[in-house]
Each structure stands twice: as C-alpha cells, then as structure tokens.
C-alpha cells in the first residue's frame, strides 16, 4: 500500500439538524483500491458516499480527492463519477447518447462521440443495443448503461451507490465479479456502498463497517473476519451470522464457562482477567459435529435446513445456536448430537463495552 | 331491451354503451351547434330567417363581405399578437413559479395553491380588478413604472390605442399564469432527483441541466400547456368585455370579441358565424397538437 492516496477525509462530520448523521469519519483510500462501505440501513455509508460525490454538504472536516481539497466543490467539478442504485438513466435519451452525456457537455467534437460510445459499448457488451432507449432494457442491461456512462469518463474516483439491489440473486452473483474485474482492469479506485457484507467482503481489498455513524472497523475482508474488533462488526460479517453465548472467565483464566445446559467449559487462547463476565462468540463454520466422549457439549437438533452444498443446523438453547455443515447430515431433528468448538477461533467480548478482549 | 340488460349483466358491450353516452352527449351538445355554425356561416341570415333552418344559401358571400372590412386584418393581427403574447407571458411566468416552487422550501405547496385564486376567479370579476390596477389616473400599475423610472408621464392603458391590446394581455397573462404553473409542476414534480444528481456528477451545469435534462423531459408536459393554453387564450372573451371592449377603434378587437360584436351587437348572425368557423380551424389545429403530445409520454 505504498501507492498515493487517491481519497483522504479527515474528521469528516454531517448533521441534518439535530441528528448526527456522519461522526468523524477518517477515511485513506491508496489509488486502485476497491473500497467497500457496509453498514446496516441508516448507518450513514449512502450520506458518506455522496458527500464524497458533493450531493450532500458536509458540516465539518475535509475530503480530498487526488490530493485536491474538494470540500467546497460542486460535485460536476470533482472529477468522480457515481452508478446509481436507480441507475439514474436520462430516459429521454438512447444508450449512446447517455454513454456521451458527459462528453457532450464538455463539448467534444460529434465525430469522436459516436465512436467513444462504441468503444465502452463494446467492453461492457452493450454495443447491439446502442440505439434502444432505457424502457427497453433490461434490469441489468440498464445496470451496465450506468456502468458505461461512468467509465466514458476516466474519472478519478468510481462510486457506487447500491448498485445491485434492483438485480435478481443470479445476476448480482454475476455482475459483482464483473466489477470487480472492471475494477482490475481499469486500474479505478472505487467506493463501494453495500447493505449486504457478502458483496463487501467478495469484492473489496478493503472494507469500511458502519454503525450509526460511525466507523466500526476498516481493514481487508479476511482481518474483519478472523480479528473483528467489536461484537456488531463480528455479527455483521459472515454468514450466517455468529453465535453469542453469555458466559464467565473460570478461575484459572484459561478456560471459559459457557451460560447454557451442562455449563460446559471451552479452552481459550486470550489472557483474560479470571471470573470476569464474557460474551463468547463462536461461528457456525467452527463448531463440528463429534462422537459425544469426544465433545465439548452437546445440544437437541430443533431444525436442519438443507441446501445441498451446506445444512443451517438449529440447536435447542437460548440463545439459539447455529452451525453450519458441508457434510451430509446423519442425525434427525429431536437427536442429542456432540459438538466440538474450534478454540482457537473462539471470539471474547466485554459484554459492557462489547469490544474485544484479545 | 334484454339484449341491452344482458350486455350491462355479462359485461359483454357495456364499453360500448359507456362510449355511446359520451359520444350521443358530445355530439348533441358540442357537435350539432358546431355544425349549424358552419352551416349558418354559408346563409342569408338575418331578424326575421331567425329560427329557421332552410335559409338561402350565398356560398361563400359571407366570408368575402368579412375580408372586405377593413378592420378584418387588423382584428386578425391582434388575435396573433394576443395569442402569442399571453402564451408566452403565461408559459414564461408559469415555468419561472414551477421552478421556483420546485426548491420545495417551507410553505411551498401551501404558497403554490395560493397562487391557484387567480385561476379560479372569473374573468369578469379579475377584469374589474384590472381596470383599477390599469387605471391611467391612479392606477398602481403606472404609479409602479413612474417611480421605477420606467416611464415618464402616465399610459392611459385602457383607451390609448397604442396600449389597449396590452392591457388585456398583461391581465390574461396574470390570469392565466396560476394554470401553467400547476400543470408545470407536476411535470417538474415528475422528473427524478438522481437524475439531476446524474448529470451534476456528469458535469452539467444548472443551464445545461435545465436545456439537456428539464426540458427535453417536460416535452409533453408543455405541449399539452401551450395547447391548452391555446384554446382558452382563443376562448378568452370576459376580459376584453371587461376591460376594453375591444376598443378603442378596434385597437383592443380580437375575432372571438369580433364574433361576437357581430352576431348579438350588430345581430350579423351569418358573419359572426363565419369568424367562428375560421377560428374551429386554429383550434382544431391546438386540439391535435394537444392530443399528440399527450400520446408521446415519455417516463423511465
């Protein structure tokens, strides 16, 4: 990451009236980076993305954008270009004519549209549909019209604002590698606004967690997954999502005694202070199924769902506990089943501050 | 009978019967009268051939006794320069409001049908009202343009034959206003944010926006504005009964007023009738403009 920062905020803050929307927001995006925001809904990743656009203004702190400070400029001038959740087509206008929308209002010569519009058209495969108007395309036909219209441009920054929601599941699986590979193959920096942590952690080198406005956590998928720094980040990330179980430190300090029928005692690798209070999470990828000499606990099977390549198994506590299987099941709803937990991968939290305990 | 109660039973031509009934009524109402104008625009018609309907027939002598007057052209010029100007004026303001109240600040919806009284008052009524604003001797309006040093010495709007014309146009324009700026809302009301917001990032500049994006995309809306406004600028009779009477000396005179000077004034009934008949055709013309416009609805 030695490359230079494409987009740097700092102390970035955004109020409608009383309500604190954006709390604070330090952000560093090194050029080509793929950025994702995710957060849940109202979390501020949509204000933050388009404050970074100049749709919205900002109340407090600075943005940059290839080391220009762009804090105070309208957004035609910030050199960025955004894809729409709506996609935000001119539907007056056909395919080509909103592929060169930009150009024309740089007043480039009409010789030279034609033929840019071709050449986008052509790397996106719009080119058979060129002159058809956006009511006659498609749901992801449209999407990639919105795609086309921002790399027409070579701007700075690439945005995307939720860009797969209005897509069936198939073709999101299929334009999110597309992306990507646009992404890859343009050499963009991209910010990436997502309420869905798959597409976050698929896509992204990077990922920003937002919550209520403030930023949670930021670091590569694969550190959010293994080292989240907080309870909602850890619930947030993977799926499904992890298992919370209330529990208390043993006297010892190396183990943990779980809150749940047996009160079974889980080996820890964390130091932790003896007999303090902890919430444990463990996902439902790492606790396996074993004979029961050989088990940490065992639970009743309250619910199996199958979905071929994974079985989603429901065990009977409360809290609830999940596990995920990638073998075929062999036990039936109503069974006791033995479960080992991977202890390395086990996850503490102080259940006052919900940060992790590492 | 059956037949008929069965359709409305089974639902099988009812479409039809609700179509006839607005047909029979169209055609009664508007249609006959319509066609006894024109009919009566090519008769001798005078007191005593009244209610009768077989009149003599004189082809064309009506029209030629009209276009050898010699207030006929200018009576003419004046309804395009009427028509014009009130369209102009209307769609200018009315765009300029809508655009205005499309900020949506406080109290804008509650504002913009404020502004909607004017369109509900009758003509004869903002005619009364005019002729106090237009008043040569203490009319507000001159009082307004004498102390912005716009003029020098008073316009005696209503009886200078220079300004006669105008005083009605500046009252239609502010009665008509309030219609094309409702209608114009809802167009711009129409039209989504992000697609503004796309064509900022696209780098278009408030003008650019307005030529590349507002506009092309109210293109029915104002068609069917302008049209419309059209044929209640082409019906608008109240305001010159009011104001100017299309006086003095015809200076003020339009042919729907003309049509009407000559048919229940002068009891002409055949050459009122055949202005009537030369204006269906401006009017037949703003009803297809009208109608095209509204089937070329463009929408995302």
Redesign the interface.
Known sequence: MTSPLQIELKAVNKYYGNFHALKNIDLAVPSGTFVALVGPSGCGKSTLLRSL???EETSGGKMEIAGVDVTDM???K?D???V?Q?Y?????MTVAQNLT??L???KVAKAELRAAAEKVAASIGLTELLDRY??ELSGGQRQRVAMG?AII?NPKVFLFDEPLSNLDASLRVQMRKEIRALHDRLGATTVYVTHDQIEAMTMADHVVVLRAGVIEQQASPMTLYERPTSKFVAGFIGSPAMNFIEGKICDNGTSVMLEMAGAPKLDIVQKVTPNMPVTVGIRPEHIRVAPSEECDFSLPVTLIETTGTMSYVSLGTAPELSLMLTDRTVFSVGDNIGLVVDKARIHLFDPKTEQAIT | MRRIMMSVVDGKGFDLILVGAALIFLFLFSGLPLLYNILMSFQEVDMFSLGKFFRPFVGLDNYRALLSQPAFWPIMWNTIVFVTCSIGGQFLVGFSLALFFNLNFVGSTFIRGLFLVSWVMPGLVVGAIWNWILAGDFGVLNYFLENLGIIDEKIFWRSDINYSLWAVIITNIWLGTAFNMILLSVGLAGIPEDVYEAAELDGANAIQRLWTITLPMMRSTIGAVVSLGLIFTLQQFDLFAAITSGGPANSSNVAQYWAWELSFRQYDFAKGAAISTLMIFFVMFAAIVYVRSTKHEVRG
Not at chain 1, 88 to 92: D, F, Q, R
């Open positions: 656009a100049g749709l309208p957004p035609r910030r960025v270009a955004m729409f709506s935000a087509l001119y539907p007056h929308y930009s024309r209002i740089q956006p009511r219209r441009r």
